[in-house]
């Protein structure tokens, strides 16, 4: 059985996908975002191994709190980290969930898709044993994609056109960073691209926040967005007009 390796996970997540969850945060990331706020979780060289079968066993005692008014609303969310840099742990996990009838949620940037690191064959058969995608759209402008991430988009841009494409549920989530990701141009493309899809069923706007500075700060890291401000309750209105949310 395939090993993976686990930076931690949460017992009781509300924010990760439909209902309660128990979120499982996967060590390893290619991105180095700016606004990162868990860069531990970049390096592969840390983190805990697990097999698909005892993570699925530890999650599923928690499956009585996945109900609500005797259906199962909650489940199981991997989430980052990068959960597509182990594929083929994720879908062993996903696949014994299915059996038990447990919804699965897969909370990724996307940014493996299309590339030689992520065969698609396997990812097919991920997606075939996963409910709902959690697609992270950090920016539209490839360049911008690229100053922020350090990685190009037009790949996760064509993951979230398959996913559409072959009827899978997704959730958006952008991180709105004044002067860098919430122009009214940035945002109106985003909007323009969402209407394309036919799958996506909610779209999170989340305000940047300066938590992760101090995450930066003890892995010795200099932390680039110093001095950018949160954006106000106004600014997130503004924004959510514009998209229409």
């Known amino acids: 059985m395939k090993k993976g390796k686990i930076h931690s996970v949460e017992s009781f997540g509300l924010v990760d996908g439909p209902g309660v969850r128990f979120v499982i945060f996967m060590q390893g990331c290619p991105m180095r975002c700016q606004y990162c706020h868990n860069p531990e979780t970049w390096s592969g060289d840390t983190g805990t191994w697990w097999t698909a079968e005892e993570l699925f066993q530890r999650a599923y005692r928690y499956k009585n ?99 559409s494409d072959h009827g899978k549920e997704i959730w958006i989530r952008h991180v709105c960073v004044p002067g860098l990701t919430d122009s009214e141009k940035e945002l109106t493309e985003m909007k323009q691209f969402l209407n394309s899809l036919e799958t996506v069923t909610r779209v999170d706007l989340l305000p940047y926040h300066t938590m992760g500075e101090m995450e930066w700060e003890k892995l010795g890291l200099s932390y680039s967005l110093k001095g950018v401000p949160v954006p106000t309750e106004e600014d997130m209105m503004n924004y959510q007009k514009i998209l229409n949310i």
């Open 65 to 163: 709190y996945w109900k609500k008014k005797n259906k199962e609303n909650g489940g199981i969310t991997v989430s980052g980290g990068e959960p597509l840099l182990q594929c083929e742990f994720v879908t062993e996990l996903f696949e014994l969930a299915k059996k038990k009838g447990v919804h699965t949620t897969l909370d990724t940037s996307g940014c493996l898709f299309a590339t030689d690191q992520l065969p698609m064959e396997q990812f097919e058969r991920m997606m075939k044993a996963t409910d709902l995608v959690l697609l992270d759209l950090k920016m539209m402008d490839g360049a911008g994609h690229r100053g922020l991430t350090g990685r190009d988009n037009s790949n996760i841009l064509e993951m979230a056109q398959w996913l």
